[in-house]
Nanobody
Framework: QVQLVESGGGLVQPGGSLRLSCAAS????????MRWFRQAPGKQREMVATITSGGGGTNYAGDVKGRFTISRDDAKNTVYLQMNSLKPEDTAVYYC?????????WGQGTQVTVSS
C-alpha cells in the first residue's frame, strides 16, 4: 500500500526556518510528481509546492515563492520542503501528496506553528 509520512513540523518564531520531510513507500518514488499542500483552520487547502519526476521542474504558490524550496532525494524516497523567512500566516497543517489515475494519496499531516 502507498504510505506518505510527514515529519519536521513544530513551533518556530517569525523569520525562522523549518524543513519538512515526507517519506514515501509503496510506489516507485522516482517516477512520481510530488506536492506539498497546507490548510489553516477555516481556510481552504492550498497547493504550496510541486516537484516533477526527476526533479527537473518546480512550481510554487505566489505567497511562498522565494521563501520555500521543494526538493527530492530519490535514493531515500523522500521529498523535502525547506521553509525560510516564516510568517504567522504560514501556520497550518502541511500535507504531502501524490496521485495515480485512480486515487490521490495524502500523508497524515504535520503541524507548523509560526508565533512569537
Amino acid at each position: 500500500q502507498v504510505q506518505l509520512v510527514e515529519s519536521g513540523g513544530g513551533l518556530v518564531q517569525p523569520g525562522g526556518s523549518l524543513r519538512l520531510s515526507c517519506a514515501a513507500s509503496g510506489i516507485t518514488f522516482r517516477l512520481y510528481t510530488m506536492r506539498w499542500f497546507r490548510q489553516a483552520p477555516g481556510k481552504q487547502r492550498e497547493m504550496v509546492a510541486t516537484i516533477t519526476s526527476g526533479g527537473g521542474g518546480t512550481n510554487y504558490a505566489g505567497d511562498v515563492k522565494g521563501r520555500f524550496t521543494i526538493s527530492r532525494d530519490d535514493a531515500k524516497n523522500t521529498v523535502y520542503l525547506q521553509m525560510n523567512s516564516l510568517k504567522p500566516e504560514d501556520t497550518a497543517v502541511y500535507y504531502c501528496n501524490t496521485w495515480t489515475q485512480s486515487q490521490n494519496y495524502w500523508g497524515q499531516g504535520t503541524q507548523v506553528t509560526v508565533s512569537s
